[in-house]
């Protein structure tokens, strides 16, 4: 029996990155004010939110993730602007053939609030990627003081992000 292929394609993305001083603390493409004057470590720019998104769209595609495609290894993308790795990955998913239904994520931090800034970075990765607002969710929760969100060791970020094909 011939089967044919699926018209839609989910994908999940997961990053986390530590917390260290003399770093900028940047989700969404936003820069954000952490109480203790902490940002997120990384070879790019630790975007969490944007990071967890472009692994969710490489897995949807069966693809591989975002140190496949931006290798930390390569000095080309040393502080490297997530937005714009994420304009690249949504080129490759529309040269698949594929275009976004929705996004879904948590982004999971103690400090700072994060609610406040979830328009500006809708607004930003609705750019990058040529969809509507109202497509993209994003949420965020603290962990309850446990694990390294908790200690304020890192931030993380989950994502889910369904396709449908063109």
């Not at 470590?41 to 998104?53: N, P």
Request: proline share 4%; charged share 25%.
């Amino acid at each position: 029996m011939h089967q044919s292929s699926p018209k839609f394609r989910i994908g999940n993305g997961y990053d986390i990155h530590r917390l260290v001083k003399q770093k900028n603390l940047i989700i969404g493409g936003i820069k954000l004010q952490h109480p203790e004057n902490l940002g997120l470590d990384g070879h790019s720019d630790a975007d969490v939110l944007t990071h967890s998104i472009m692994d969710a769209l490489l897995g949807a595609l069966s693809l591989g993730d975002i140190g496949k495609f931006f290798p930390p290894t390569d000095e080309k993308w040393k502080n490297a602007n997530s937005l714009f790795l994420l304009s690249k990955v949504i080129e490759l998913v529309r040269h698949e053939g594929w275009e976004v239904n929705n996004i879904d994520s948590v982004i999971v931090a103690e400090r700072p609030k994060i609610k406040p800034y979830v328009e500006a970075m809708k607004k930003n990765i609705s750019e990058i990627l040529c969809i509507d607002q109202n497509l993209i969710g994003i949420k965020a929760t603290t962990n309850e003081k446990l694990g390294p969100e908790g200690r304020e060791e890192g931030i993380s970020c989950h994502s889910v992000v369904l396709l449908e094909e063109k």
